[in-house]
């Protein structure tokens, strides 16, 4: 129904920078939240960054003062610009959009929205020291 594509992601020195992008489609997408989400090996996932429709942001301590979420409603893409990247940054860092959206062209001519959960296949970052 939804996909989210995540692209942005590789191996930088600590200190550097990189932008991750996520890109979301689908049928007259209504995006209420979107986040970072990263999953370092063997551990468990974790909450980077969200930001709401209107735009509001959320940071896990962990990634303030350093990463900047942000995205743009008309063409449904989200940003995360990771600065003075750490070592313990490596992981795989993953999209996640909450919404409504319509699950065929039929559904859109009925007007019968469907409420969506979806999530990217994650991108590679790695930060060495």
């Known amino acids: 129904q939804v996909q989210l594509v995540e692209s942005g992601g590789g191996s930088v020195q600590a200190g550097g920078s990189l932008r991750l992008s996520c890109g979301a489609s689908?049928?007259?997408?209504?995006?209420?939240?979107m986040a970072w989400y990263r999953q370092p090996s063997g551990k468990q996932r974790e909450l980077v960054a969200s930001i709401t429709s209107d735009g509001s942001t959320q940071y896990a301590d962990s990634v303030k003062g350093r990463f900047t979420i942000s995205r743009d409603n008309a063409r449904n893409t989200m940003y995360l610009q990771m600065n003075t990247l750490k070592s313990e940054d490596t992981a795989v860092y993953l999209c996640n959009a909450v919404g409504m959206a319509f699950e065929s062209r039929r559904a859109l001519q009925d007007g019968r929205p469907t409420g969506f959960d979806s999530w990217g296949r994650g991108t590679q970052v790695t930060v060495s020291s």
């Open positions: 689908g049928i007259s997408l209504m995006i209420n939240r």
